[in-house]
């Protein structure tokens, strides 16, 4: 099982990322997608979800409007865009999925910088 994340860099406060996380070695249709982050000196937080099967999606009140999680099951990936950064957005970025309790995978996380 992997999920790699990539897409993750320096932007301007006010530019946009886009964030790809690529999953291999299980039935990633089967499962929920979502994007964490964490930023230096706090806790992980959900940034947005995506479920199975109707796609319904979740996002934190702080990046509603802003940022827009999708997933694409003939690629196996998951995608984050996210417009209007700010520097509150800095963190590493981690694509977790999940099926049920028992199957619950994560990446190895991709740096968001926004500054000037």
């Known amino acids: 099982v992997q999920l790699v994340e990539s897409g993750g860099g320096l932007v301007q406060p006010g530019g946009s990322l886009r964030l790809s996380c690529a999953a291999s070695?299980?039935?990633?249709?089967?499962?929920?997608l979502s994007w964490y982050r964490q930023a230096p000196g706090k806790e992980r937080e959900l940034v947005a979800a995506?479920?199975?099967?109707?796609?319904?999606?979740n996002y934190a009140d702080s990046v509603k409007g802003r940022f827009t999680i999708s997933r694409d099951n003939a690629k196996n990936t998951v995608y984050l865009q996210m417009n209007s950064l700010k520097p509150e957005d800095t963190a590493v970025y981690y694509c977790?999925?999940?099926?049920?309790?028992?199957?619950?995978?994560w990446g190895q996380g991709t740096q968001v910088t926004v500054s000037s």
């Open positions: 070695g299980f039935t990633f249709s089967n499962y929920a």
């Open positions: 995506i479920t199975v099967p109707g796609g319904t999606t």
């Open positions: 977790r999925a999940n099926a049920g309790l028992l199957y619950n995978y």
